[in-house]
């Protein structure tokens, strides 16, 4: 299995910057991809980011091209989000998820518990 926790979120003004991270422990032997989703309140989980197990192949929803950055540190078993310019519909729960497949938007089996990002107008 893998264990995924993420953290960085928080509080933040429109057009500010945060950080996610999410550090993975177990089997990471056994992940390719490393996506981001968010899940605002009545809205149905939505794919961010994923980055391949090497770093050198990176995908983007169109909502965040340009302001948010996926990056990782395999000595630290751990990915990165970058957000900036945020706004107020950024405002979400923040999953990290990892992939055994090849397909960055494909299935993705465990999951992080979350981290709450609000971004205040």
């Known amino acids: 299995q893998v264990q995924l926790v993420e953290s960085g979120g928080g509080l933040v003004q429109a057009g500010g910057s945060l950080r996610l991270s999410c550090a993975a422990s177990g089997r990471t032997f056994s992940i390719y991809f490393t996506g981001w989703f968010r899940q605002a309140p009545g809205k149905e989980r939505e794919f961010i980011a994923a980055i391949n197990w090497t770093g050198d192949s990176t995908y983007y929803a169109d909502s965040v091209k340009g302001r948010f950055t996926i990056s990782r540190d395999n000595a630290k078993n751990t990915v990165y989000l970058q957000m900036n310019s945020l706004k107020p519909e950024d405002t979400a729960v923040y999953y990290c998820?990892?992939?055994?497949?090849?397909?960055?938007?494909?299935?993705?089996?465990?999951w992080g518990q979350g981290t709450q990002v609000t971004v205040s107008s």
């Open positions: 998820a990892s992939s055994p497949n090849l397909i960055p938007r494909g299935r993705y089996d465990y």
